[in-house]
């Protein structure tokens, strides 16, 4: 059973370029939660979704980011216009059910460099 | 608003050693507790979990925590530390809309 799937694994982008992060949640599961780590810094939550659904979006921050989880594919992470201040690391998790006692699985992150 | 402080940012412990990491949650509620670890470059793997019951929870590794209400803590211990442990540790609690507050984390080294 494969874990959560994120890719790429590292991304360059100068700043002013598009950014898009992919993630695969584990098979099976169907909540994806994203949380961004800046440098020296836990993990902050930014979104969860459902397939098709946003669910909670309380950690995004307002301009330039967003997410979808559709039907088919992976979940997307957009950010569009990077900044220096973008270069984090981000990673995905997944989990069964909505519970909060249910576990997240997360990805091995992908790890955002801006120049 | 709810919180997790870690106040070590890092700690340092021979091979063979006992370890413990101090977590500090605030949460209203019933809290979810949560210890995850990260080795360089990777992921996050969960090491243990605290929803209700028995409040000594073990976890893979030979780690287990503790949880305290009256102290709201939730310490990470191992009686002897290995050098793989070496890593950063975070603590979270689960809060309403199924998503995690973390602490800002702890970097474990171990000396030989």
């Known amino acids: 059973n494969a874990g959560v799937m994120q890719n790429p694994r590292h991304l360059v982008r100068r700043r002013g370029q598009e950014a898009r992060l992919r993630c695969s949640p584990m098979?099976?599961?169907?909540?994806v939660y994203w949380y961004r780590q800046l440098p020296e810094e836990g993990l902050k939550f930014m979104v969860y979704l459902q397939k098709e659904n946003i669910i909670d979006e309380s950690g995004m921050p307002k301009e330039r980011f967003s997410a979808e989880f559709p039907k088919e594919g992976p979940s997307i992470l957009r950010i569009q216009q990077v900044v220096r201040g973008d270069s984090a690391a981000y990673f995905c998790?997944?989990?069964?059910?909505?519970?909060?006692?249910?576990?997240?699985?997360f990805g091995p992150g992908t790890r955002l460099l801006v120049l | 608003a709810q919180s997790v402080t870690q106040p070590d940012i890092h700690i340092t412990v021979s091979e063979g050693a006992s370890l413990e990491l101090r977590c500090n949650y605030s949460y209203g509620a019933t809290p979810y507790l949560f210890w995850y670890v990260q080795s360089p470059g990777q992921g996050l793997q969960l090491l243990l979990k605290y929803f209700s019951g028995d409040t000594l929870v073990q976890g893979i590794k030979g780690f287990e925590a503790e949880f305290k209400r009256s102290q709201s803590s939730f310490n990470l211990r191992k009686p002897s530390v290995h050098w793989s442990d070496a890593a950063e540790y975070f603590c979270?609690?689960?809060?309403?809309?199924?998503?995690?507050?973390f602490g800002a984390g702890t970097i474990l080294r171990v000396k030989s």
């Open positions: 979270a609690v689960g809060v309403d809309g199924n998503k995690l507050v």
């Open positions: 098979k099976g599961h169907s909540h």
């Open positions: 998790a997944s989990s069964r059910q909505r519970a909060r006692e249910e576990t997240q699985y």
